[in-house]
């Protein structure tokens, strides 16, 4: 069973820049595609951005160029810097590790952008 944490979330004003960070449990971390996910009140879960055991990224079309998705397998973390933030990024920012066809989430972390 691998344990997924998120932390880092909180209130931010328009324009403003937060950092979510993720640990997930596990000797096999580095093999972990890790993936952050949203969801906000009323709407789907959608992925924000991914990242594989070999570092490709991908990125939804609604944070390109806003958000940078990476890890640090030494510290079995990923992180997610978020920049140019927007009202439309509230949500609930969960992370997601897969491993051998298998999903573990985190318990999600709240960002709220507002003035």
């Known amino acids: 069973q691998v344990q997924v944490v998120e932390s880092g979330g909180g209130l931010v004003q328009p324009g403003g820049s937060l950092r979510l960070s993720c640990v997930a449990s596990?000797?096999?971390?580095?093999?972990?595609?890790m993936g952050w996910y949203r969801q906000a009140p009323g709407n789907q879960r959608e992925l924000v951005a991914s990242i594989t055991s070999n570092g490709s990224t991908k990125y939804a079309d609604s944070v390109k160029g806003r958000f940078t998705i990476s890890r640090d397998n030494a510290k079995k973390t990923v992180y997610l810097q978020l920049n140019s933030l927007k009202p439309e990024d509230t949500a609930v920012y969960y992370c997601n590790a897969q491993f051998v066809k298998a999903d573990y989430w985190g318990q999600g972390t709240q960002v709220t952008v507002s003035s």
């Open positions: 596990g000797s096999m971390f580095r093999l972990y595609v």
